[in-house]
């Protein structure tokens, strides 16, 4: 296997929690552009954004879907930021076995969020786009990441060959059976 360094988009939602007022509308706006047919509904169970909410202490935390994973955290540490508490789930964006965030309502599967990539393309995920407090804020950034690159089963062949019987006698073949086509 051939390896190439490759340049990748990543695309991130920035989060700004002191910016966030708890009005939901990401969420709103997520449920509804997942909903089937599109924006037909607004179930905010469907959206792969959640606000974590504590009026009572003025927090409110937007958390996006991120991948799923099949076993719990060990950790159930808790955190103080700027007189703030929080806990680990509250920052975690996994689907996982111990809340139900991130679930699909009906059959439980996981969600995981797409950037609202779609036909038409987004030029930012929705939830961005409706944040009227810019909490949320869409990045992009080049990441230089190395891929195995699969040859092509008639380059393996090609290169099994031209060991085995030399280059010219493949050339000299492919030769011949080009003429007789």
């Known amino acids: 296997m051939k390896v190439e360094k490759k340049i990748k988009i990543v695309k991130t939602i920035k989060i700004d929690a002191d910016k966030c007022n708890g009005c939901r509308a990401c969420e709103m706006i ?3 552009f997942h909903a089937t047919p599109r ?3 607004i179930n905010p169970a469907r959206a792969r954004i959640h ?6 202490r003025d927090l409110y ?5 991120g991948e799923y994973t099949a076993a719990e ?12 508490e929080y806990d680990e789930c509250t920052f975690c964006r996994a689907s996982c076995p111990s809340r139900d965030w991130f679930k699909e309502p009906d059959s439980g599967l996981p969600l995981k969020c797409d950037m609202c990539e779609s036909d038409p393309p987004q030029e930012q995920p929705l939830c961005v786009q409706w944040c009227i407090t810019d909490a949320l804020v869409y990045e992009e950034r080049e990441e230089e990441v190395e891929e195995e ?3 092509d089963e008639v380059e393996t062949g090609l290169e099994a060959l031209v060991h085995k019987h030399g280059l010219q006698k493949v ?3 492919m030769a011949r059976l080009n003429r007789k086509e």
Request: hydrophobic fraction near 35%.
């Open 73 to 84: 955290c060990a950790g159930r540490d808790r955190y103080v930021i700027n007189g703030k």
């Open 51 to 56: 606000v974590v909410r504590d009026p009572l």
């Open 171 to 173: 050339l000299d073949t």
């Open 149 to 151: 690159v699969a040859e």
């Open 61 to 65: 935390v937007p958390v996006y879907a």
């Open 39 to 41: 924006y037909s509904s």
């Open 30 to 32: 997520c449920s509804a």
